[in-house]
C-alpha cells in the first residue's frame, strides 16, 4: 500500500481519533507482528509501559520519544530505537499532520499504564542523521538494528543506490517493510512493478519471486524485517547497461548488529 491507501484501524475502538494501526505480518492480540502506526497531530501518550519489547522506526519528522514528557527527543525520519519490555515511555506527534512510525514487536501488544519513569532508561535511540551504513555490494548499504543477517531473523534499514535495478529472484524468509525515502518499485515481473512513495509499507512472503527498482533521482532507503538469515546468492544488481552478480550479500564484519 501506498501511505494514502493504507486501512488504517483505531488500536482502541473507542477511541477512533486515537492512535491508528495497520499490521503488515501477524496479529497484535495473540502475538510478534509488525505493523504501520498513525498518530494524530499533536497527540501525546500517557507515560505507559509494554509487556513486549519493540522496535520502532520513524516515518515522520515531528515524532517525540522518551522516558518521561519531560525527557522526550525528537526523532526524525529514518531515527530507530528498542524499546525495552516493562520500561515507561511516551510517544507522540508534534506537527498539525499526523505521524507515522513502524513497529516490529516481539509478541502481542498491550499499553500498561505507568505511573513513575525507569530509574535507569535503557532505551537506545539512533538518529536518521546517524546511521551506522555499512556497504554490502554492489553499492547496496545496510544497518543492521539487531539480530543477525547471516544466521538467522533480523531487523535493519536496507539503502538501495539510485537506478539500482534488480533481476527477479527469492529469499528464504518473509519480510515486512516501509518506505522512508526515495521513489521505489517492486513487483514479480519488469511489467508487474507497482510504485511506491515516501511511507508505502508492504509485507511479502517467504518464497515469492520479485524484482525491486530504485527512481533515477535519489537513493531508496527502507526499514524492514526479515524472519530468516538473508540469502541473495541469486539476485543480480544492474545500475542501467552492466549488471553486476551479488552472490553473496550479507553485511560485511563491520555491519554486525547495532
Partial sequence: FNLADVPFAPFDPEKPEGINVYPL???PNEGAFSAIVRLPGGW???LHSHTMTYTGVAMSDSMVHGSTADAKETVPKMSYWTQPAGEPHVDGCMSEEPCYFLVFFEGAVDMVPAE????EPTVKITRG????????KGGVQMAVI???PKEGAFKALFQFPA????????HPGSFSGGLLSGAHERGPSADALVSLTEGAVWHEPAGSA???KCGAESNCIFAGVMNAA???EAVELSTGADAAPAADAAPAADAAPA
Wanted: hydrophobic fraction near 35%; glycine fraction near 8%.
Fill in 210 to 212: 520479485h524484482m525491486e
Fill in 116 to 119: 513513575a519513569p525507569a530509574a
Fill in 25 to 27: 505480518d501477524g496479529n
Fill in 230 to 232: 538473508l540469502n541473495t
Fill in 146 to 148: 539487531d539480530g543477525n
Fill in 129 to 136: 542523521d546517524a546511521i551506522p551504513w555499512a556497504e554490502v
Fill in 44 to 46: 501525546m501518550s500517557p
Fill in 163 to 170: 537506478g539500482m535495478t534488480t533481476n527477479v529472484h527469492t
